[in-house]
């Protein structure tokens, strides 16, 4: 298995494999969602404002991290979003979503990104150093509708001092559904 922050490479193939996956875990209506948002990150945010850690073997994708900015207007820290994740039904359970987070996590502390925040299930994201954040710390930019997922990660080390401001998505994710 191996690791890219190449997006472009594999632009064609991620909204299907996001689709896939959460259709296989959730639903169809789901898997519908979260391609059409994986579609819409790939097309419409800026190159700055949107990376990626994929996990691949040879010609195939096996896992996808995308991480979009999220803007803090009064704060100078570089915050991003983690989501959405996605690893091929067929290699789970296997750690690869735990290595993708891993890697993707080094790319964006390489980038100098100060903290981390993303919407998910405590248990699995705590694996990888991620810990509940209330909106004191954090404002996410439209309201949760399961705020115990709202966690975080400092990539430098530093305390966790509450951000100042609202915050701003990036296009895609400016929809109140996904929240």
């Known amino acids: 298995m191996k690791f890219t922050t190449r997006k472009d490479e594999w632009e064609a193939a991620l909204p299907g494999l996001f689709r896939r996956v959460f259709t296989a875990s959730e639903s169809d209506e789901e898997g519908t969602a979260i391609g059409a948002l994986v579609s819409d990150l790939l097309t419409t945010t800026p190159d700055g404002d949107l990376s990626a850690a994929i996990a691949h073997d ?3 994708v096996l896992g996808c991290i995308l991480f979009s900015r999220l803007l803090f207007d009064q704060d100078p820290r570089q915050v991003f979003l983690m989501s ?3 690893v091929r039904t067929d290699r789970q359970k296997a750690g690869v979503g735990q290595r993708l987070i891993a890697f993707g996590l080094d790319e964006l502390r390489r980038d100098k990104v100060d903290f981390v925040v ?4 405590p248990n699995y994201y705590g694996k990888t150093g991620f810990f509940p954040i209330s909106e004191k710390v954090a404002q996410a930019p439209l309201p949760l509708s399961h705020p115990h997922g709202w966690l975080g990660q400092s990539l430098t080390g530093a305390e966790m001092a509450p ?5 701003q998505c990036v296009s895609a994710f400016n929809k109140p559904e996904l929240w």
């Open 58 to 60: 040879g010609p195939q």
């Open 84 to 86: 959405p994740v996605a």
């Open 118 to 121: 993303t919407y998910g299930d």
């Open 163 to 167: 951000f100042k401001g609202p915050s």
